[in-house]
């Protein structure tokens, strides 16, 4: 079975500087899914980026970039101009290309991210 | 709009008292899940189904049950409700996996719920 860490339960980073969270997991598949979700206090769960294994170029959306390392199965999030709207939980998850139970995604436990000013 | 929705999205109930949390879509999805939210826990599936009548465990199916009679809706029913099923639940739905398909999730607004 598929597993997700996270291993910093909490990060904090100042207004306008750039934080990176972690994220490792352990699959022995070679086709599969890996996202970053955010989780602001209104709990809704936000699609931030998304990353297609078979794929090796680094996905982006604006200030937010992932550095996927396969071989090392690492996922990390980067957050650049970190602004005080970024404040909130963050996920990583993991979902394999097969079908079946095969199609859940997998939650790390998540990091809460502070923003000061 | 492309959305999942969920209700209610707070709910109080007293121990053993059935109660049902709905779930819509409105995507054509194929794929729909229950997930469950606990504090350092993450998210965790309950039930999923692929399907209209084609459902099946997750991780933590003890105490629920869902049904998915047509495919925009899938219900989680809790008939006997305890304690420890206090959580945060969220709906959400996709395509079916491929490459080349889309591939990612929709969730729903998530329903706090307290058995007490």
């Known amino acids: 079975a598929q597993t997700v860490t996270q291993s910093q339960p909490e990060m904090s980073v100042q207004e306008a500087e750039t934080v990176t969270l972690s994220c490792t997991y352990d699959?022995?598949?070679?086709?599969?899914?890996l996202f970053w979700y955010k989780q602001p206090p209104s709990r809704q769960m936000i699609l931030v980026i998304r990353q297609e294994a078979y794929k090796q170029q680094n996905a982006t959306e604006n200030r937010f970039s992932v550095n996927f390392q396969k071989a090392a199965k690492s996922f990390s999030l980067k957050i650049s101009d970190s602004q005080l709207g970024d404040a909130a939980m963050y996920f990583c998850?993991?979902?394999?290309?097969?079908?079946?139970?095969?199609?859940?995604?997998?939650f790390g436990t998540g990091t809460r991210l502070q923003v000061t000013l | 709009e492309a959305q999942v929705t969920q209700n209610p999205r707070y709910l109080i109930t007293v121990t053993g008292k059935k109660l049902t949390v709905t779930c819509s879509q409105n995507m054509n999805h194929e794929y729909m899940s229950w997930y469950r939210q606990d504090p350092g826990l993450g998210l965790r599936q309950i039930y999923y189904?692929?399907?209209?009548?084609?459902?099946d465990k997750g991780d933590v199916p003890e105490g629920y049950k869902v049904s998915r009679k047509e495919k925009r809706n899938f219900p989680l029913i809790l008939e006997s409700p305890s304690p420890n099923q206090t959580s945060l639940y969220f709906c959400?739905?996709?395509?079916?996996?491929?490459?080349?398909?889309?591939?990612?999730?929709?969730f729903g607004s998530g329903t706090r719920l307290t058995v007490v």
């Open positions: 998850a993991y979902r394999s290309a097969g079908t079946g139970t095969a199609s859940k995604l997998t």
């Open positions: 699959t022995s598949e070679s086709d599969y899914y």
């Open positions: 189904s692929m399907n209209v009548e084609v459902t």
């Open positions: 959400a739905s996709s395509p079916i996996a491929g490459r080349g398909r889309p591939y990612g999730y929709t």
